[in-house]
């Protein structure tokens, strides 16, 4: 097995049978001790944190393929921590695409001038580059295509991709009285046939949830989505 790349909260292997292992740790983005789905940066070390995600990516995960969504997951292994997935490439050196339902974070800092916190929104969409050095910048559909980075078509598909994910998502928490306030997805091409898969994690580590006022931290979210589950 080989070590392709560490991330910030996950290790990427590659398999002999030419799938990639991805080993979740406990560390979870954020700054000051404080945890932000939306930073670039580790910002604390939650133990647990890494079940926490895999298990709650593995929920979704199952769920989604089972609707026929194209992601790239095919099995996880609790006991290690770990997530067998396919082979994908990733647009550039990757994208991040987030979907906001309600005025927080990164949007909150930026367009305050315009929107109150907490503010409703509908499904709103952007597209983000993965660059620590550069605090990960927003770029247009116009950008990504110009840059060859994302034709038109694909970022139709995308943004089409991402508003489907997260209203399941939305509807999954709900039914376990939680509102989504905003989720951080990834996507790239299949390997083998070209096409967009969703990749990386669905878990409380990239996404914002609430019960009413309060904020739910990242293991609490999976104590609460996967109770008798």
């Known amino acids: 097995m080989e070590l ?36 670039n940066t580790i910002g604390l070390t939650i133990d647990g944190a890494g079940l926490a995600g895999l298990r709650l990516t593995s929920y ?6 089972e609707q026929g969504v194209p992601t790239h997951y095919v ?14 490439t990733v647009f550039g050196n990757g994208l991040e695409v987030i979907c906001r339902f309600k005025a927080v974070g990164s949007f909150l800092r930026r ?13 709103f969409v952007e597209v983000t580059i993965k660059d620590d050095d550069r605090q990960d910048p927003p770029i247009s559909e116009d950008a990504l295509a110009m840059l060859d980075l994302l ?3 694909e970022y139709a598909i995308l943004k089409q ?18 509102t989504l306030y905003d989720i951080k997805l990834e996507f790239g091409r299949d390997a083998q046939t070209n096409e967009i898969l969703l990749i990386d994690e669905i878990s409380g580590g ?10 739910i931290e ?4 999976e104590k609460i989505m996967l109770a008798n589950f």
Do not use: W
């Open 161 to 178: 991709r991402t508003i489907e994910i997260s209203k399941f998502v939305g509807t999954e928490l709900a039914k376990k009285g939680l």
């Open 218 to 221: 990242p293991l609490e979210l």
């Open 151 to 153: 034709t038109h078509e």
């Open 60 to 65: 979704f995960y199952s769920k989604l393929n």
């Open 111 to 123: 367009y305050g001038a315009y929107v109150k916190e907490g503010q409703d929104l509908d499904a």
């Open 4 to 39: 392709l790349y560490t991330g910030k909260t996950k290790n990427v292997f590659k398999l002999e049978d030419g799938h990639y292992l991805l080993k979740f740790k406990d560390d979870v983005t954020g700054e000051n001790g404080v945890f932000d789905p939306g930073a």
């Open 75 to 88: 099995d996880a292994n609790f006991d290690d921590a770990t997530m067998t997935v396919k082979p994908a």
């Open 206 to 215: 990239n996404m914002r949830a609430y019960k009413g006022e309060q904020y």
